[in-house]
């Protein structure tokens, strides 16, 4: 009882404060007339307004929706918005709110930012884009992200694992399933997952651990000590230019030089379209024929730099 009585007075006194600065803010402070420009989904609009009052309440009173479940408390976090310019510096009271990320972008909470200038805003739609990512089934709560002060959604943590999409894991199971009942089948299934996705996915080797209880340590060893597995995405046609000595000394590198351009990736990338992956090896077997280079296991011998455009072309209509 003795110790609640300070505590009881110091929240008085508090409280008093509290009050005290509030009528002082609306009493001796006058914002004067500021215009609030606002882009959102329904496009552009502009009112003057008078100063002093949260955003959030403004916006509100212009009838905008603005979604707010915590009463303006700070916690909920559906008011988020980005200022584009104006608005003044971001106020300690607002930067206990917004991460360090959403500082660069401007995000603030509508319900934190008083108007005290002119000031143009970005307002997301927050809702309708977790609404539209939870029925496109990309709706994770691990990753954070935010809109740019252009509107754009942008990913700023990511801390989700890979994840398979439907049909990938269908396909995946599938071939779980064949070898189910062989418990040393995980040479087998690796080779089945790399055929079929062209390489081995990280969310793939996970399930393969799971589901055959093979611990993902033994995996990752297998996955890694065969060359035919690859663990990054490798193209349908996997070109292998030959940069050993006898293809060096008739030219080696000027295919390299001759596929990069074509291509636009270089040794050991993939074009976006998953077609094509060039790679360099030191001899394939076939000096004979250096330069020497092979698309998956076709040989192609004598190559000259004019031969790559149509080499190209003949696989692309393949
Ligand atoms: S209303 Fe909840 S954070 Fe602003
Ligand atoms: S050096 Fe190219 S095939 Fe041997």
Redesign the pocket.
Known sequence: METLLPIGIITAILFALTVILLIADKLLVSYGDCTVSVDDEEGHREFTVQGGSTL?SVLIDQGMEIP????????????KLNVKSGGGDILPTEEM?ISKEEKKTGTR????VKVKDNIELFVPDLINTVKGMAETDSFDTRTKWTFTREGAMQVIEDKKKPKLDRQSRDKLIDIIDRHRDDPGAVMPILHEINATFNYLPEAALRTVSKEMGVPLSTIYRIATFYNLFSLTPVGKYKITICTGTACHVKGADGLLEAFEPELGIKSGETTADGLFTIEEVRCIGCCGLAPVLTVNEEVHGLMTKKKVPELIEQYKAA
């Not at 707010?68 to 008011?79: D, V």
């Open positions: 959030l707010a479940s915590c009463g303006g408390r700070g916690s909920c976090g559906f008011c709110f909470l509508a319900c934190q």
